[in-house]
């Protein structure tokens, strides 16, 4: 019989900070960030010890990929409305008339073609799945808040 176990990214402290800018969005095309939460649903069957995944293990993992993403300038390579060059130790991103120019060191490339809630939620799934994977696990679902009460789910199913 199947079982979920699920973790809660507020209450675990499963966090990060970002900016990122939604080309073609009249608000939100604007450079702005956030404060992520990012949650985690595993259905599975248990194992013999009567243990779907180790939350332990699963905060882990979490909390790796949230690192990278934190405190960075998220930037979707794959969107067709940025321009992204390289000079010297900076990262150039023309988006319409606008230039920005940022450290490499403080930006992300994400191979994603925007990092909305919901690009964003599939690439941490994409992340996280592979490392989580189990013969005992048939779904792994994460959810990612751009601050309390509004995100978006992406699921793996196996």
């Not at 321009?83 to 490339?109: A, Q």
């Amino acid at each position: 019989m199947a079982r979920r176990l699920e973790i809660d990214g507020w209450s675990s402290g499963i966090r990060f900070s970002a900016c990122h800018l939604i080309p073609g969005h009249e608000k939100c095309g604007r450079l702005h960030g956030h404060s992520y939460a990012v949650h985690i649903r595993i259905i599975g069957r248990p194992n013999d010890d009567n243990i779907i995944a180790d939350f332990g293990e699963v905060k882990k993992v979490l909390r790796e990929v949230c690192d990278e993403l934190d405190h960075k300038m998220l930037v979707p390579t794959k969107n067709p409305r940025l321009k992204i060059t390289k000079k010297g130790d900076n990262i150039i991103i023309v988006h319409g008339k606008k230039n920005y120019s940022f450290p490499r060191e403080d930006v992300l490339e994400l191979d994603i073609p925007s990092a909305t809630a919901e690009g964003l939620a599939r690439y941490i799934l994409d992340r996280i799945s592979p490392r989580l994977k189990r013969p005992n696990i048939k779904e792994i679902e994460v959810g990612l808040d751009e601050g309390v009460g509004q995100g978006a789910w992406a699921k793996n199913e196996f």
